[in-house]
T-cell receptor
Framework: QKEVEQNSGPLSVPEGAIASLNCTYSDRGSQSFFWYRQYSGKSPELIMFIYSNGDKEDGRFTAQLNKASQYVSLLIRDSQPSDSATYLCAVLPSGGYQKVTFGTGTKLQVIP | DTAVSQTPKYLVTQMGNDKSIKCEQNLGHDTMYWYKQDSKKFLKIMFSYNNKELIINETVPNRFSPKSPDKAHLNLHINSLELGDSAVYFC???????????FGQGTRLTVV
């Protein structure tokens, strides 16, 4: 079993719809969870981070964390073509960032 | 003003050569990293460096060596380059070991 799993996609959604991206992880001791967006040929950029169970909202983005079920998700409301990118889930165990594990990413396509 | 910058952006070299990639961050962060992203876009941490403490991912060949002249710089030296070293290498930094990382623009290394 991979440590951090994401559906590779592509996930296609129409413009204006809600995009839902999911990530599951295997280490129950994981403490911090991050979502990065990576455009083709560019570097990852941080979108959201979440540490506690529940929802965290920032503009059109909502991160959801359920430690009991070991999943974290990212919702993008009112999806725009500019949201088309690969979204990487990163999970930090209690050992800190030197142990960070990235998922392979979900490619999102927002259709105009 | 670029927060994490790395040079060169592209590097093409022959097998067996030795090369270096430079990285500088002006964020005042105390922790820096090197990542490798392979052709399948899988992002994997190679090294983290914090207060002169180097933590090495055990899967990294010893042909790879990071060198940090000061807190703002972490260079990557690669000896005896192999075809399998072709990838995009990202430098990143964070404040502490439990915070999100900020990435440089990447260096695309091609070994021929």
């Amino acid at each position: 079993q991979k440590e951090v799993e994401q559906n590779s996609g592509p996930l296609s959604v129409p413009e204006g719809a809600i995009a839902s991206l999911n990530c599951t992880y295997s280490d129950r001791g994981s403490q911090s969870f991050f979502w990065y967006r990576q455009y083709s040929g560019k570097s990852p950029e941080l979108i959201m981070f979440i540490y506690s169970n529940g929802d965290k909202e920032d503009g059109r983005f909502t991160a959801q964390l359920n430690k009991a079920s070991q999943y974290v998700s990212l919702l993008i409301r009112d999806s725009q073509p500019s949201d088309s990118a690969t979204y990487l889930c990163a999970v930090l165990p209690s050992g800190g960032y030197q142990k960070v594990t990235f998922g392979t990413g979900t490619k999102l396509q927002v259709i105009p | 003003d670029t927060a994490v910058s790395q040079t060169p952006k592209y590097l093409v070299t022959q097998m067996g050569n030795d090369k270096s990639i430079k990285c500088e961050q002006n964020l005042g962060h105390d922790t820096m990293y090197w990542y490798k992203q392979d052709s399948k876009k899988f992002l994997k941490i190679m090294f983290s460096y914090n207060n002169k403490e180097l933590i090495i991912n055990e899967t990294v060949p010893n042909r790879f060596s990071p060198k940090s002249p000061d807190k703002a710089h972490l260079n990557l030296h690669i000896n005896s380059l192999e075809l399998g070293d072709s990838a995009v290498y990202f430098c990143a930094s964070s404040q502490g070991r439990y915070s999100e990382a900020f990435f440089g623009q990447g260096t695309r290394l091609t070994v021929v």
